[in-house]
């Protein structure tokens, strides 16, 4: 039995990202009255063991590619338990609006198929939204000229151990003023310098990629029962809006009856972090 009308904000983080980048964020809609739950993944945030080697400085970058990685190992499935498990402890204080940014899109879409009925509303913050499998093995029919895809191989940590994890070495930008600026103009470009050092500081380094698998795609009798609604970012970088616009248009023609909720921010990538309080009324209007 529900105990209020009033909805949870459940923000799911990107690739890389974890609960702390949506701090920002969160501050917003609670000065609305609007509670919220910020998910670490798993393999991700505070209480994830990443490698030592990530922190310390000078950097031991020999020791960085050989670390352990706490993502290996994990799968998309890890992350469905993790956030279904988080959702019904929750439910019992009212609707839940679950919110995804970036890479974090595939959870939220996975979840939502896995657990429509605990679900009143999927957000995706330019995040990516998977609506046919051939998404996942197929060249897409539209222009993606991203900035991010050429920074990240610059930080881009060979896999020494043979782990499947991608691993980024975030904190090297703060060395290196063209690299900073560089991701800085693909991922958060409408931040100040300050802001972006602080992002960088709350990155994790590993990723896994194998989450992206069918199980992310969506389903039309399981997620397409959900209302949904896209964010778009007009001033993305990253996931470009021909990009977000392409995601859009293919959920769309899957489940025509029920079509993404559109609303568009001049925000950046991870403009929540930046410009949080931009966000904040159209998530309030959600409700």
């Known amino acids: ?18 609960a702390r980048a949506w701090g920002p964020l969160q501050n917003e809609p609670a000065l609305l009255g609007h509670r919220s739950y910020a998910v670490d993944l798993p393999g991700h945030g505070d209480r994830a063991d990443h490698p030592a080697a990530y922190y310390r400085q000078p950097q031991d970058l020999t020791a960085l590619a050989t670390a352990p990685s706490p993502m290996r190992g994990i799968t998309l499935q890890d992350n469905v338990r993790h956030v279904v498990d988080v959702l019904r402890r929750l439910t019992a204080s009212g609707p839940l609006i679950l919110a995804g940014n ?4 595939l959870t939220v879409t996975a979840v939502g198929n896995a657990v429509p009925e605990l679900l009143d509303r999927v957000v995706y913050l330019s995040a990516v939204c998977l609506s046919d499998p051939a998404m996942l093995t197929e060249k897409w029919d539209v222009a993606d000229d991203n900035l991010l895809d050429a920074a990240a191989a ?3 940590v060979p896999d020494k151990g043979n782990q499947g994890v991608v691993r980024l070495n975030w904190r090297s930008a703060h060395a290196d003023p063209e690299l900073f600026a560089q991701l800085k103009a693909a991922v958060m470009a409408d931040s100040t310098d300050h802001q972006y050092r602080m992002l960088l500081d709350s990155m994790d380094p590993d990723e896994n990629y194998a989450v992206m698998e069918e199980g992310a795609v969506v389903r039309a009798e399981r997620w397409g029962s959900v209302p949904h609604t896209f964010v778009r970012l007009s001033e993305d970088l990253s996931i470009p809006p021909a990009v977000q616009d392409y995601m859009i248009r293919k959920a769309d023609e899957l489940t025509p009856e029920n079509p993404f ?7 950046s990538h991870v403009g929540y972090f930046s410009q949080p309080q931009i966000f904040a009324e159209p998530l309030a209007d959600l409700v």
Request: glycine share 12%; hydrophobic share 35%; proline share 6%.
């Open 154 to 156: 610059r930080i881009t």
């Open 1 to 18: 039995m529900r105990t209020t009308s009033h909805p949870t904000f459940v923000f799911v983080p990107g690739g890389s990202s974890n």
């Open 102 to 105: 970036s890479f974090g899109g």
């Open 261 to 267: 909720d559109v609303h568009t921010l001049a925000a």
